[in-house]
């Protein structure tokens, strides 16, 4: 118990860990010292744990290569306009292609709707702009702005909004130019790198002077984000009509 953080979820396996095996966490639940909220993940009796404690056990216990992405880690960070409350508060989450969350998480009733996207968008660069966040008494790992603005960007437009991207990336004045080029360097989707420089152009930021595009890989051929949009010419890409200007 004194090695169990306060706020967070306890796993099977790690109480296993601990010698609390399967048949002892039961006796346990039915003492009412510990209660079930899913098969192999517990809290303790009477303790309120939200998204975050759960998050940590993902991370820490499971040992899962998940982390808080996109624009739920640019809210954590201070770059969200607006935080929204209640039940209508989206959790973005990424993790590598192939991970699974268990049933527990998936189940259990978080007050956040809760958005998990597997891709490989940095390759093996996994670890690459990911950062700890401290939350309460413990830390969980999460994107920097500079990896959360492109995670963003990579769920446009079916699964964000770009009014989103667009009010982010206006705040992002002061993103480090040596984890932008990297980060660029490893991506492993064109669109985005594509779209995320537009973007960045258009809000003219000084720090967009200080890249290497030449060492950048852009693709070939045309991308199309946005059905309607105005065509920009320099990136390849379409563009929201209101903003930009049409080209031929």
Not at 130 to 151: G, K
Not at 180 to 186: G, I, W
Not at 210 to 234: M, P, Q, S, V
Request: with cysteine; proline share 5%; glycine share 8%.
């Amino acid at each position: 118990m004194k090695t169990w953080m306060r706020g967070t979820v306890a796993t099977q396996p790690w109480l296993d860990s601990q010698g609390i095996y399967r048949q002892l966490s039961d006796a346990y639940v039915r003492s009412g010292w510990l209660t079930r909220i899913g098969r192999g993940a517990f809290i303790r009796a009477g303790e309120n744990v939200d998204w975050t404690g759960a998050l940590f056990a993902l991370q820490k216990q499971l040992h899962l290569p998940v982390h808080v992405a996109a624009k739920t880690a640019l809210e954590l960070k201070g770059y969200a306009h607006y935080v929204p409350l209640g039940p209508d508060r989206m959790l973005s989450l990424f993790g590598a292609s192939g991970t699974r969350l268990p049933a527990w998480f998936l189940n259990y009733p978080w007050p956040v709707d809760v958005q998990y996207t597997t891709t490989h968008l940095f390759g093996n660069e996994k670890k690459l702009g990911l950062s700890e966040f401290e939350a309460n008494s413990f830390s969980i790992e999460c994107s920097t702005p500079e990896r959360a603005i492109m995670e963003l960007i990579h769920l446009l437009p079916n699964k964000a909004h770009f009014e989103d991207a667009q009010l982010a990336m206006e705040s992002l004045t002061t993103l480090r130019p040596k984890l932008v080029q990297s980060l660029l360097a490893n991506c492993k989707s064109v669109r985005v790198k594509r779209f995320f420089m537009w973007l960045a152009e258009y809000n003219q930021h000084k720090w967009v002077e200080r890249l290497d595009l030449e060492k950048i890989d852009f693709g070939k051929g045309k991308r199309t984000l946005f059905k309607g949009g105005h065509f920009n010419r320099k990136y390849q890409i379409t563009v929201p009509v209101y903003y930009g200007q049409p080209e031929s």
